[in-house]
C-alpha cells in the first residue's frame, strides 16, 4: 500500500508499506484516517531499487473482520481493483 514515498539508501524513491505498529518510527501509512487510494509496487533491478506497479486499489477503513477474523486495530483492509498485466500470478 503506498500512501507517499519515502527516500531510501541510494536516494530511491520507495513507496512505504509499512506501518509503525511495533516501533517508534513514523511512516505515511500511519496518517491513513479514510478510504485512500494506494498501489502495490515490487522492488526489482539487481540491487531492488527500482519499483514498478503491480496493482491498484485502496486501503479502507472499518468493519473489526474481514472473512470472520479480526483485524488488529492498526491494520486497514485493501481492496485490489487492478492488477497490472504481466501480474496476474
Excluded: F
Excluded at 507517499?4 to 536516494?11: D, F, G, M
Amino acid at each position: 500500500m503506498v500512501s507517499q514515498p519515502l527516500v531510501a539508501q541510494s536516494e530511491t524513491i520507495i513507496p512505504s508499506s509499512i506501518a509503525s505498529t511495533t516501533n517508534k518510527d513514523h511512516y505515511p501509512v500511519d496518517d491513513i484516517v479514510t478510504c485512500t487510494p494506494c498501489s502495490l509496487v515490487i522492488r526489482y533491478g539487481i540491487n531492488n531499487y527500482r519499483t514498478r506497479e503491480a496493482a491498484i486499489g485502496k486501503a479502507i477503513l472499518g468493519g473489526p473482520k474481514y472473512h470472520g477474523a479480526d483485524i488488529p486495530k492498526d491494520y486497514y483492509r485493501v481492496e485490489v481493483s487492478t492488477v497490472v498485466q504481466g501480474y496476474e500470478d
